[in-house]
């Protein structure tokens, strides 16, 4: 029997382990930053409340927050009215100027992982709490009545697990980590079940970590996904360049947490042999050269950890210090890069004939910026979340490649530019119009959620893009760029340094492991209003880049008129419960010839969270357009904006019909008005 849904429709990410790329020397010492390097933390930080912006933590002082929060996480459980089985395990600490702290935990129920239980709350300098933002909204009397005796033996859990990665590929014929038994509240009520997880390799050569959720009632199969997720020296790409190396001659970077660089030599296990030399020379721009693919990784690297450091004060990808390793020359002809959460590593293939290896600047970022995005919100590599998780990766490459300034490297808003994986020259994928690599979406739609992550990111890419540049024809760094909108409306953008900013506040601070798109436009605008004020350009801008790829609705002040004749429906509407969808209706008359292609439609709904409607606009001829989805991240009351619908293939004249449903349990609301304006 199916269990209630819940507003979260993906699985946690509790344990997810890593990501790839795609679906499928000189004299070398510590490294300084460039000129615009130093000043990308003040310009990022212009006009934003600094009280509000992240305090530059050392790994002591982070670890000090961590040990205070893990002191006092029994008094924050028993403030959240957890149940007495419910104990909180402290992930991380951030702490804004101002004192504002943020903590992220995971939770267990009588001893065993909660997955989809995460929470992250937000505390004034006092100690108050000021906000809480759950992956679930699942109550604790739900997960009291979890019966934790299990009917289906393990071995059942681990035989369907088995049989799902044999189909990815692998030939493991026993699970790497046995079947555990977990509270599984990332879907609906919560409920015993089993976690495996199966390596071994794909077909393509990657490495499987197949994660697969099995109902200990039952043995049916609940949820699966890959943990693997696919994304000086005289370097191939960024020239000649200053590495941080160890005086032994060893590619150690002792400035940067010791982060260390390996020659797999072809294989596809272990950590390979540490690269050493009789001098501080590494490569030689070739790819025949095996250092050279070792300095572009080495490089990269240090590049993303200046970033990270410099700009939004995170020392190493945790936070701690602590250097990851990276790996080069994996397997044979294999064409990807994936980072690795289980070995906190990064890795690279030599691409195709062993000859084009995919260590360019943005790749290694790209990778990085998993193993943050890990360490923080925790991203679920499937659905929306995956989505999100992959195109964090891509806006954090695109800041590091600017970042850096490298005169071989320009910055610009196309990823894997360099690497040349399609074999014509064309970039793995395009930020300013997704679609450009013909797979990719430039706009969310209410499936989005059931395509390849990394086709699934192209939204999140195209709202990075609008609120740094802007819509529109421009060239920035000698790249042509022109960013459509799916409205059809402008989007003015505030600078890159300041979309960075609120995208990574919002991941370290707002988001979950089960975040889908319309809770990341939530966490966004919290964010800008955090910085910069609810009445700012910038909180407008980032509303209005949310619009322009179909998510929300735009800044109600911000939206031209398009005059014409408006139709309006003051009716209301009573909208039941986790009950049958409900309609407002408008009967349009005396308009000639097609709808526009920006039909601006104004919407007043009353409903105690919001989060639980689906909102449609149905055309006379029963054609519905999406409004507004279903979200468990967003649960602020009431929906009142104005949205725009390309509807010029719909006769403007008959009746046309606002569908509101209400998918989750537990709040109520009604249509209170809804107008067109043709």
Same mark, same amino acid.
Request: net charge negative; proline share 3%; hydrophobic share 35%.
């Given at each position: 029997?199916?269990?209630?849904?819940?507003?979260?429709?993906?699985?946690?990410?509790?344990?997810?382990?890593?990501?790839?790329?795609?679906?499928?020397?000189?004299?070398?010492?510590?490294?300084?930053?460039?000129?615009?390097?130093?000043?990308?933390?003040?310009?990022?930080?212009?006009?934003?409340?600094?009280?509000?912006?992240?305090?530059?933590?050392?790994?002591?002082?982070?670890?000090?927050?961590?040990?205070?929060?893990?002191?006092?996480?029994?008094?924050?459980?028993?403030?959240?009215?957890?149940?007495?089985?419910?104990?909180?395990?402290?992930?991380?600490?951030?702490?804004?100027?101002?004192?504002?702290?943020?903590?992220?935990?995971?939770?267990?129920?009588?001893?065993?992982?909660?997955?989809?239980?995460?929470?992250?709350?937000?505390?004034?300098?006092?100690?108050?709490?000021?906000?809480?933002?759950?992956?679930?909204?699942?109550?604790?009397?739900?997960?009291?009545?979890?019966?934790?005796?299990? #009917?289906?033996?393990?071995?059942?859990?681990?035989?369907?697990?088995?049989?799902?990665?044999?189909?990815?590929?692998?030939?493991?014929?026993?699970?790497?980590?046995?079947?555990?038994?977990?509270?599984?509240?990332?879907?609906?009520?919560?409920?015993?079940?089993?976690?495996?997880?199966?390596?071994?390799?794909?077909?393509?050569?990657?490495?499987?970590?197949?994660?697969?959720?099995? #109902?200990?009632?039952?043995?049916?199969?609940?949820?699966?996904?890959?943990?693997?997720?696919?994304?000086?020296?005289?370097?191939?790409?960024?020239?000649?360049?200053?590495?941080?190396?160890?005086?032994?001659?060893?590619?150690?970077?002792?400035?940067?947490?010791?982060?260390?660089?390996?020659?797999?030599?072809?294989?596809?296990?272990?950590?390979?042999?540490?690269?050493?030399?009789?001098?501080?020379?590494?490569?030689?721009?070739?790819?025949?050269?095996?250092?050279?693919?070792?300095?572009?990784?080495?490089?990269?690297?240090?590049?993303?950890?200046?970033?990270?450091?410099?700009?939004?004060?995170?020392?190493?990808?945790?936070?701690?210090?602590?250097?990851?390793?990276?790996?080069?020359?994996?397997?044979?002809?294999?064409?990807?890069?994936?980072?690795?959460?289980?070995?906190?590593?990064?890795?690279?293939?030599?691409?195709?004939?062993?000859?084009?290896?995919?260590?360019?600047?943005?790749?290694?970022?790209?990778?990085?910026?998993?193993?943050?995005?890990?360490?923080?919100?925790?991203?679920?590599?499937?659905?929306?979340?995956?989505?999100?998780?992959?195109?964090?990766? #891509?806006?954090?490459?695109?800041?590091?490649?600017?970042?850096?300034?490298?005169? &071989?490297?320009?910055?610009?808003?196309?990823?894997?530019?360099?690497?040349?994986?399609?074999?014509?020259?064309?970039?793995?994928?395009?930020?300013?119009?997704?679609?450009?690599?013909?797979?990719?979406?430039?706009?969310?739609?209410?499936?989005?959620?059931?395509?390849?992550?990394?086709?699934?990111?192209?939204?999140?890419?195209?709202?990075?893009?609008?609120?740094?540049?802007?819509?529109?024809?421009?060239?920035?760094?000698?790249? &042509?760029?022109?960013?459509?909108?799916?409205?059809?409306?402008?989007?003015?953008?505030?600078?890159?340094?300041?979309?960075?900013?609120?995208?990574?506040?919002?991941?370290?601070?707002?988001?979950?492991?089960?975040?889908?798109?319309?809770?990341?436009?939530?966490?966004?605008?919290?964010?800008?209003?955090?910085?910069?004020?609810?009445?700012?350009?910038?909180?407008?801008?980032?509303?209005?880049?949310?619009?322009?790829?179909?998510?929300?609705?735009?800044?109600?002040?911000?939206?031209? #008129?398009?005059?014409?004749?408006?139709?309006?429906?003051?009716?209301?509407?009573?909208?039941?419960?986790?009950?049958?969808?409900?309609?407002?209706?408008?009967?349009?008359?005396?308009?000639?010839?097609?709808?526009?292609?920006?039909?601006?439609?104004?919407?007043?709904?009353?409903?105690?969270?919001?989060?639980?409607?689906?909102?449609?606009?149905?055309?006379?001829?029963?054609?519905?357009?999406?409004?507004?989805?279903?979200?468990?991240?967003?649960?602020?009351?009431?929906?009142?904006?104005?949205?725009?619908?390309?509807?010029?293939?719909?006769?403007?004249?008959?009746?046309?019909?606002?569908?509101?449903?209400?998918?989750?349990?537990?709040?109520?609301?009604?249509?209170?008005?809804?107008?067109?304006?043709?």
């Amino acid at each position: 029997m199916r269990s209630t849904p819940s507003r979260r429709a993906t699985a946690t990410g509790a344990l997810i382990a890593a990501a790839a790329l795609v679906a499928v020397g000189v004299q070398t010492g510590t490294a300084t930053a460039t000129p615009s390097s130093a000043t990308a933390a003040t310009s990022a930080a212009a006009g934003a409340d600094h009280g509000a912006l992240a305090k530059k933590l050392s790994p002591s002082q982070r670890a000090e927050l961590i040990r205070k929060a893990d002191v006092s996480k029994a008094d924050t459980a028993k403030d959240l009215g957890l149940g007495s089985q419910e104990k909180l395990v402290v992930r991380d600490v951030i702490q804004d100027n101002n004192g504002t702290t943020h903590t992220r935990y995971e939770r267990t129920f009588a001893g065993l992982p909660v997955l989809g239980g995460d929470l992250i709350v937000m505390e004034s300098k006092s100690g108050a709490n000021q906000s809480v933002t759950k992956a679930s909204k699942v109550t604790s009397g739900q997960l009291k009545a979890v019966d934790l005796k299990a #009917d289906v033996a393990p071995a059942k859990a681990e035989k369907q697990a088995l049989g799902l990665a044999k189909a990815d590929g692998s030939k493991k014929t026993e699970a790497d980590r046995a079947p555990r038994k977990v509270v599984w509240m990332a879907q609906g009520k919560p409920q015993l079940a089993y976690e495996t997880v199966v390596g071994g390799l794909q077909h393509d050569g990657t490495p499987n970590e197949l994660h697969v959720i099995t #109902d200990a009632a039952t043995g049916a199969k609940l949820y699966e996904w890959q943990g693997i997720e696919n994304g000086t020296g005289n370097t191939q790409f960024s020239g000649q360049v200053t590495l941080g190396t160890a005086p032994s001659y060893t590619l150690t970077d002792t400035g940067r947490g010791n982060h260390k660089t390996y020659n797999l030599n072809h294989g596809s296990s272990g950590t390979g042999t540490l690269f050493t030399n009789s001098t501080d020379v590494w490569g030689n721009g070739n790819p025949s050269n095996a250092e050279t693919a070792a300095a572009d990784a080495h490089y990269g690297a240090a590049e993303t950890w200046d970033y990270y450091k410099n700009v939004h004060g995170r020392t190493g990808i945790r936070g701690d210090g602590v250097g990851a390793y990276s790996r080069v020359h994996y397997g044979n002809n294999y064409v990807n890069a994936f980072w690795q959460d289980s070995c906190f590593c990064m890795t690279y293939g030599d691409g195709s004939g062993n000859n084009a290896p995919l260590t360019s600047l943005d790749v290694a970022a790209h990778e990085m910026s998993h193993g943050v995005t890990a360490a923080t919100a925790n991203l679920v590599y499937s659905g929306e979340s995956g989505g999100l998780n992959e195109a964090t990766s #891509d806006i954090f490459a695109t800041a590091v490649e600017f970042y850096a300034n490298n005169a &071989s490297d320009k910055g610009d808003y196309l990823i894997g530019e360099k690497i040349d994986i399609n074999g014509d020259g064309t970039p793995l994928r395009y930020q300013d119009k997704p679609s450009k690599d013909g797979a990719s979406k430039d706009a969310w739609y209410s499936g989005i959620g059931n395509i390849d992550v990394h086709y699934s990111s192209g939204p999140a890419n195209h709202f990075f893009y609008l609120l740094s540049e802007g819509s529109g024809a421009k060239v920035i760094n000698g790249v &042509s760029y022109d960013s459509p909108t799916s409205d059809g409306l402008p989007v003015t953008g505030i600078g890159r340094d300041k979309a960075e900013q609120i995208w990574f506040k919002a991941l370290s601070t707002k988001f979950t492991s089960t975040t889908n798109y319309a809770a990341a436009r939530t966490g966004t605008l919290a964010v800008a209003g955090e910085l910069y004020g609810t009445t700012s350009a910038e909180y407008k801008a980032v509303m209005n880049a949310w619009a322009a790829i179909n998510v929300g609705t735009r800044d109600g002040g911000g939206n031209p #008129d398009p005059g014409g004749k408006v139709f309006e429906s003051k009716t209301s509407v009573a909208i039941p419960d986790r009950g049958a969808a409900v309609t407002s209706s408008v009967a349009v008359t005396g308009v000639t010839g097609n709808a526009p292609s920006a039909l601006k439609v104004d919407v007043d709904i009353t409903h105690t969270y919001r989060g639980d409607l689906v909102v449609d606009l149905v055309a006379p001829d029963g054609t519905a357009y999406r409004l507004k989805n279903s979200s468990a991240g967003d649960p602020a009351d009431d929906v009142r904006g104005t949205y725009t619908v390309d509807a010029s293939s719909e006769v403007a004249n008959g009746t046309w019909k606002l569908k509101v449903q209400d998918v989750y349990s537990g709040d109520t609301g009604k249509i209170n008005s809804f107008k067109l304006t043709f």
